[in-house]
């Protein structure tokens, strides 16, 4: 079992920028892929950006050159720097992990951007 816990979400203006963060624990040995996942009203969640423990990351082409995925494998934690916010990326931000071939979530940050 991989317990997930995000925080740092919160609400802020257009252009801004908001940093949240993921700490993994219980059977972290195992973990693979980490990233985050954001759902906003209405629509499916959806692909921010992942990381795995060695490797490329990936990112949403609408997060692109504004967010950057980040982690540190000693502490077992993921950071997701988010810069020039629009009101479009206002979601439930989750983080996700993948660990002995099962996928785990965290329990979601929300994350408002309006002026």
């Known amino acids: 079992q991989v317990q997930l816990v995000e925080s740092g979400g919160g609400l802020v203006q257009p252009g801004g920028s908001l940093r949240l963060s993921c700490a993994a624990s219980g059977s972290i040995f195992s973990i693979g892929v980490m990233g985050w996942y954001r759902q906003a009203p209405g629509k499916q969640r959806e692909l921010v950006a992942v990381i795995p423990k060695g490797g490329s990351t990936i990112y949403a082409d609408s997060v692109k050159g504004r967010f950057t995925i980040s982690r540190d494998n000693a502490k077992n934690t993921i950071d997701l720097q988010m810069n020039s916010l629009k009101p479009e990326d206002t979601a439930v931000y989750y983080c996700?992990?993948?660990?002995?071939?099962?996928?785990?979530w965290g329990q979601g940050t929300q994350v408002t951007v309006s002026s």
């Open positions: 996700n992990s993948i660990s002995g071939g099962r996928v785990y």
